[in-house]
């Protein structure tokens, strides 16, 4: 099934389809089969229906990040991150090493992965010191790949502001920074974005409550600027509580097109070219 017809009723219904082209910069299309039942041939599908054309799906372990990449090689509107997840790492404990080595060759192994991530710190559920050192351990072994392949390094980072930083600082990042579902307020929206990072909203910045979100927002340049889904969570407003997935980036595209004032087929073309940028052409599978 495809189009419309591929929807249950436990989705949102399909959105007006944007203007032009874009991409949802980071996705986990495989998780959202699961959770909504929506294959992710008929995601894919209802995406490109709305003009969202390519997706960045994402691995937070081995075996999701090997799904990813045979998912990136089958459809060529994907490409692939790969990584092990903060808390993930954090509970690996003695098998942190060799679930990294694993992980290492994968990043090397296609040039359909185009992401290293999502790495970094999340300090919301991993509370306890020593599970922390070991998200650290992880995020600089992520860094050093992203660095020795050419790859984007995908950013995770959950009440761990400062740290994320430093850790960054300290072991060097790599030329292009993708601060995935970017939580953070105006001053560390400037922290980043003076580093260069790119700043990737998903759909909580829509929520009412986020302004200080929205802030972040009004001073991220154009060229620095990603839309993504972080599907099947974070689903945009009126549907929020709803499975997400790709086909809904044009709530938030729109929310944010309105937001700062600009032409939503302008955004969405800019979208497309700071995917590009991070990213590389998608080109065929």
């Given at each position: 099934?495809?189009?419309?017809?591929?929807?249950?009723?436990?989705?949102?219904?399909?959105?007006?389809?944007?203007?032009?082209?874009?991409?949802?910069?980071?996705?986990?299309?495989?998780?959202?089969?699961?959770?909504?039942?929506?294959?992710?041939?008929?995601?894919?599908?209802?995406?490109?229906?709305?003009?969202?054309?390519?997706?960045?799906?994402?691995?937070?372990?081995?075996?999701?990040?090997?799904?990813?990449?045979?998912?990136?090689?089958?459809?060529?509107?994907?490409?692939?991150?790969?990584?092990?997840?903060?808390?993930?790492?954090?509970?690996?404990?003695?098998?942190?090493?060799?679930?990294?080595?694993?992980?290492?060759?994968?990043?090397?192994?296609?040039?359909?992965?185009?992401?290293?991530?999502?790495?970094?710190?999340?300090?919301?559920?991993?509370?306890?010191?020593?599970?922390?050192?070991?998200?650290?351990?992880?995020?600089?072994?992520?860094?050093?790949?992203?660095?020795?392949?050419?790859?984007?390094?995908?950013?995770?980072?959950?009440?761990?502001?400062?740290?994320?930083?430093?850790?960054?600082?300290?072991?060097?990042?790599?030329?292009?920074?993708?601060?995935?579902?970017?939580s953070g307020d105006a001053d560390f929206a400037r922290a980043c974005l003076?580093?260069?990072?790119?700043?990737?909203?998903?759909?909580?910045?829509?929520?009412?409550?986020?302004?200080?979100?929205?802030?972040?927002?009004?001073?991220?340049?154009?060229?620095?600027?990603?839309?993504?889904?972080?599907?099947?969570?974070?689903?945009?407003?009126?549907?929020?509580?709803?499975?997400?997935?790709?086909?809904?980036?044009?709530?938030?595209?729109?929310?944010?097109?309105?937001?700062?004032?600009?032409?939503?087929?302008?955004?969405?073309?800019?979208?497309?070219?700071?995917?590009?940028?991070?990213?590389?052409?998608?080109?065929?599978?």
């Open positions: 099934m495809t189009g419309r017809s591929s929807m249950n009723d436990r989705l949102s219904p399909l959105p007006d389809a944007l203007p032009a082209p874009t991409t949802d910069a980071h996705t986990h299309a495989l998780s959202t089969a699961e959770h909504s039942g929506l294959a992710v041939a008929d995601a894919l599908a209802l995406a490109r229906s709305v003009n969202v054309t390519r997706i960045v799906e994402v691995g937070t372990d081995v075996e999701s990040s090997l799904a990813a990449l045979a998912l990136a090689r089958q459809y060529p509107e994907a490409v692939a991150a790969v990584a092990i997840h903060p808390n993930d790492a954090a509970r690996l404990g003695e098998r942190l090493d060799a679930e990294l080595a694993r992980l290492e060759a994968i990043v090397g192994s296609s040039d359909r992965v185009r992401g290293v991530g999502e790495t970094g710190l999340d300090y919301f559920r991993t509370t306890d010191a020593e599970g922390r050192a070991r998200q650290k351990v992880a995020f600089a072994a992520h860094i050093s790949w992203a660095k020795r392949y050419d790859r984007a390094l995908v950013i995770h980072d959950r009440d761990a502001h400062a740290d994320v930083l430093d850790v960054l600082d300290a072991e060097g990042a790599p030329e292009r920074v993708q601060m995935h579902c970017f003076e580093r260069g990072y790119w700043l990737s909203f998903p759909g909580t910045v829509t929520f009412k409550a986020n302004e200080a979100l929205r802030e972040a927002l009004d001073i991220t340049p154009p060229d620095l600027l990603l839309v993504e889904t972080d599907a099947p969570y974070l689903t945009p407003m009126p549907y929020r509580g709803k499975p997400n997935s790709s086909y809904l980036v044009p709530l938030t595209v729109r929310f944010i097109a309105e937001r700062r004032g600009a032409d939503v087929a302008d955004l969405c073309e800019q979208l497309a070219a700071n995917a590009s940028a991070l990213f590389g052409d998608w080109g065929e599978a």
